[in-house]
C-alpha cells in the first residue's frame, strides 16, 4: 500500500521531549478547508511514543471528501453542496447520488439510478424466515443488526470488495433493500404481513406503502409524509466520522464484506449516545410530561450527580445550532399543521429549547439542539412508533456509510486499523498453582 499521502505537506512542527531534548519534525498536512493536521504515522516509529486521544477529540483517522462539517459556525456540507438547498431543492435518492458519486446527477443519471436502486428492493424471500426467529416485541433494532449482516449469505455475487462492480451491486442492494427490511420489523412487531415492493412507487413512496398498507385495501400516500419523510432521510444520509461511520470503516478496514460493515454501523447507531437519541428525545418528552416541569429536568440534566442528560441536545462537532435541526423543526411546523395535528410534545420541545439555551450551563458549553431533537416528533405525528425511529435514522445512514466504506476502500493508503493502548495492568508476574492462591 502506498504511504504517500493524498494531501500533500504544507509545513512542519518540531515537537521536543523536555526530559531528553530530543526533537522530533512532523509534517502538516492540510485540507480543502483550510484545517491543519498533524501527520503523526511516522512518530511511533520513530521515537517508541503514541498519541493519547480516547474519544478522538482531537484525532483524524482519514482523508475525506464527502462531508464537510464547521462546528463553530453550524455549517454541513455534502459534496460542498449546503444541506439546507439540498433539503429544499433535492431529494433522497438525488443527494444519495451525489454522496456516493461526488456529483449531482444529470437528469439521465438520476434516472438510471433510481431505476436500479428500484431493481434491488426485493429481498430473499428465504430472509422474511429470520424475523420469524425474532420476540414479536424485539426491538426492530435488534432485529435489523441481525438481518442486514444475514444478507451476505444472500448475496454471494457482491462480497468481492476488490470487484468494482461487486462494490456497486452491493451498494445498490443495500440502499435498496435497507427501507424493505425495516417496514418489514415493523410488520412483524404488528403481527401484519409483510408488504412486497412496489417497482411503480419510489423509494420513499415504497417505504410508507411498505410501513403501512395492509393487503384488505388500498393504501393512500399521503404526499406531506413522502415530502417530510423525504426529507429526513436526506438529512441523516452522512454526517462525516462519527461513531458508527468510524466503526463501518473500521470493520471495512479489515476487508469484512459490505453487508457486515454495514451491519457494524447499525449496532453502533443503537446507541442513546448517538443515534438511539431520537427515541430517548421522545421518551424525555413524555417523562417531563409538561412545561412546568422543565425547569427541574434542566437542573437535572445540569447535575453532575443526575445521570440524566437533555437528548437531543450537545453535539460532539456542532458548537452552534445544527443546521439540520433548524430544517426539522420548521418541517416539524409545516407537517403538524398540513396535518392539521395539534402537537403538545412540539410545544413543549420549544418552550425547553427555549430555557436550556437561556442556561448559564448550555451556554457556556455550546449546547444546541442537535439532528435528533425534533425528528421524533415528526415521526410521531406521521404514525411511526418510538422503537421505529433510530431504525429510520439507519435507513438513511446506509447512503453515508456505504459512501465512506467505498471511499475506504479506493484510498491507496488504506491500513486495517488497529489503534495502540497506553498499558495500565499489571507488570509481568508467574502463574501461581491454585493451591497456593
Ligand atoms: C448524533 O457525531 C455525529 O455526527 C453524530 C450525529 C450524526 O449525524 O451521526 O450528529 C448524530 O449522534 C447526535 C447526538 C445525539 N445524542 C444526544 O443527543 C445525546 C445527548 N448528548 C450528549 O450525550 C453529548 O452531547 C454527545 C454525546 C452528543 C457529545 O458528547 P461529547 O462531545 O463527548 O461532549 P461531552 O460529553 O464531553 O460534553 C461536554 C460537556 C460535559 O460537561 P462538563 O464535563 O464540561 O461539565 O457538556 C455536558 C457534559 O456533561 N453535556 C451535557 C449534554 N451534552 C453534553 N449536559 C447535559 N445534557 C446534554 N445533552
Known amino acids: 500500500m502506498s504511504d504517500q499521502p493524498l494531501v500533500q505537506p504544507v509545513s512542519t512542527v518540531t515537537l521536543t521531549f523536555n526530559d531528553t531534548n530530543e526533537t522530533i519534525e512532523l509534517p502538516v498536512l492540510k485540507g480543502t478547508d483550510g484545517h491543519m493536521g498533524i501527520d503523526i504515522r511516522k512518530l511511533y516509529d520513530k521515537t517508541g511514543f503514541i498519541t493519547y486521544d480516547p474519544g478522538f477529540t482531537s484525532t483524524g483517522s482519514c482523508y475525506s471528501g464527502i462531508t464537510y462539517i464547521d462546528g463553530d459556525n453550524g455549517i454541513l456540507l455534502y459534496r460542498g453542496y449546503p444541506i439546507q438547498q439540498l433539503a429544499e431543492k433535492s431529494d433522497f435518492i438525488e443527494s444519495s447520488y451525489l454522496l456516493i458519486n461526488g456529483e449531482l446527477p444529470s437528469k439521465e443519471e438520476k434516472a438510471d439510478f433510481a431505476h436500479r436502486i428500484t431493481r434491488h428492493t426485493m429481498v ?84 410508507l406503502n411498505m410501513m403501512f398498507a395492509v393487503p384488505c385495501e388500498p393504501y393512500e400516500l399521503n404526499p406531506v409524509m413522502v415530502n417530510a419523510m423525504d426529507k429526513i432521510l436526506l438529512l441523516h444520509a452522512d454526517h462525516e466520522q462519527n461513531a458508527s461511520t468510524s466503526t463501518v470503516r473500521l470493520a471495512g478496514s479489515s476487508r469484512a464484506n459490505p453487508f457486515a460493515c454495514i451491519a457494524s454501523g447499525i449496532a453502533a447507531l443503537w446507541g442513546p449516545a448517538h443515534g438511539g437519541a431520537n427515541e430517548a428525545v421522545l421518551n424525555m418528552l413524555q417523562e417531563i410530561g409538561d412545561k412546568s416541569q422543565i425547569k427541574k429536568y434542566v ?139
Open 124 to 207: 430473499h424471500e428465504q430472509l422474511s424466515d429470520f424475523y420469524r426467529g425474532f420476540r414479536r416485541g424485539a426491538h426492530p433494532m435488534a432485529i435489523m443488526v441481525g438481518v442486514v449482516g444475514a444478507l451476505s449469505a444472500f448475496y454471494h455475487d457482491s462480497l468481492d470488495i476488490d470487484d468494482h462492480e461487486q462494490r456497486d451491486v452491493a451498494a445498490h442492494r443495500l440502499i435498496a433493500k435497507m427501507p424493505t427490511l425495516a417496514a418489514m420489523a415493523y410488520k412483524y412487531s404488528l403481527g401484519q404481513p409483510f408488504i412486497y415492493p412496489q417497482n411503480k412507487l419510489s423509494l420513499v413512496e415504497n417505504f
Open 299 to 437: 437542573e437535572r440534566a445540569k447535575d453532575k450527580n443526575d445521570s440524566f442528560r437533555l437528548m437531543g441536545f450537545g453535539h460532539r462537532v456542532y458548537k452552534n445550532y445544527d443546521p439540520r435541526a433548524s430544517v426539522m423543526r420548521k418541517t416539524c411546523h409545516d407537517v403538524l399543521n398540513q396535518l392539521g395535528i395539534k402537537e403538545p410534545l412540539l410545544e413543549l420541545a420549544m418552550e425547553l429549547e427555549r430555557v436550556a439555551l437561556e442556561d448559564d450551563y448550555f451556554v457556556e458549553r455550546k449546547l444546541y439542539p442537535n439532528v435528533d431533537f425534533y425528528s421524533g416528533i415528526i415521526f410521531r405525528a406521521m404514525g411511526i412508533p418510538t422503537s421505529m425511529f433510530t431504525v429510520i435514522f439507519a435507513v438513511a445512514r446506509t447512503v453515508g456509510w456505504i459512501a465512506q466504506w467505498r471511499e475506504m476502500i479506493e484510498d491507496p493508503s488504506q491500513k486495517i486499523g488497529r489503534p495502540r493502548q497506553l498499558y495500565t495492568g499489571s507488570p509481568l508476574r508467574d502463574y501461581v498453582p491454585i493451591n497456593k492462591r
